[in-house]
Structures are given as C-alpha cells and as structure tokens.
C-alpha cells in the first residue's frame, strides 16, 4: 500500500481522537493500535502484551523504588537530622552555612547510599524544615542534593 494513504489514514485518525477529547497519550496508543491492525501483518493485541511484559518485567524498574524506600527509613531514623546537626558547627563561620553543610551533607550521604534518588528523597527534608529559606533557595538545594548524589553513584559504578 501507498505510505501516503497510510500517512492521511493515521493523520486523520489522529485529528479525530484528539478532536473528540481524548487525551494525547491514548490517542496516540489508538493510532498506533489502528496502523498496526489495519497495515500491520502481526496482531496488534499481542504484540502490545509481549513489549509491555518485556519492558515491565526488568530488575532495574526494582530498584529505585528501593533506593528510595532506603532513603524514607534513613529518614524516619532522624540520621539525615543528626547528620547536619553534627556537621552544622562546623560550618559555621563561613558565610552561607546552610548551603555549605547541605553540599558536604550531600556528599557523605551520597557516598554512604550510592543513590541520587535516595540523597535527594532524604536530604531536602530536614534542611528545609529547620533552616528556612527561600523558594528559590529550597529549589536550588534541592535540585544540588540530586546532582551531587548522582556524581558521587557514578563515581562509585566506575569503581573510582
């Protein structure tokens, strides 16, 4: 068949689910379950059941959540509160203690977990409650704790 009347037919159907008011991500689901029943050779149900088993059913979708499951009982063990309250006196004559103490924090808890997503979960908790700051200030810490906690994991996956 002409791939310009598959193109108009997928385009057309395309227009008329996002005219209809459904949402874009199941619109474009129903395109392309139309293009593979109506120009495909395989049946689209068990081609769409096989790739979502094969990307669902992978270790590696396991552990974030358990990375941050580390982090919330890290969390609720006060050892992120204990932690800056140890490292806050000896930041304090430099100008933006806050700041400081949440970098080397940062650090070391990255370093003792190995997981970005562990240090940003459990870092910017109690930083934020007992030092207020700005939204900007907050954000910024934040998004700091992340990116220092993704270096120091990468560092240690290549053994460094």
Do not use: K
């Not at 949402?23 to 689209?44: D, K, N, Q």
């Not at 932690?83 to 103490?101: E, Q, S, Y």
């Amino acid at each position: 068949m002409d791939y310009t009347i598959i193109t108009i037919t997928l385009l057309l159907a395309l227009f008329v689910l996002l005219g209809g008011g459904v949402w874009v991500a199941l619109s474009l689901l129903g395109v392309g379950i139309i293009g593979m029943e109506l120009f495909g050779g395989a049946p689209a149900g068990s081609i769409l059941a096989s790739t979502n088993w094969a990307h669902s059913a992978s270790w590696t979708l396991t552990a974030l959540p358990l990375f941050i499951w580390m982090g919330e009982i890290l969390y609720r063990t006060r050892l992120s509160e204990d932690m800056f309250n140890g490292l806050a006196p000896w930041m304090r004559g430099m100008p933006g203690r806050l700041l400081h103490v949440n970098v080397f924090g940062c650090g070391l808890f990255a370093a003792v977990s190995g997981s970005s997503a562990a240090t940003a979960a459990t870092i910017g908790r109690p930083v934020h409650r007992r030092y207020p700051a700005g939204p900007a200030a907050a954000g910024d810490l934040q998004r700091l704790s992340d990116a220092l906690g993704r270096l120091q994991s990468q560092q240690a996956a290549r053994g460094g």
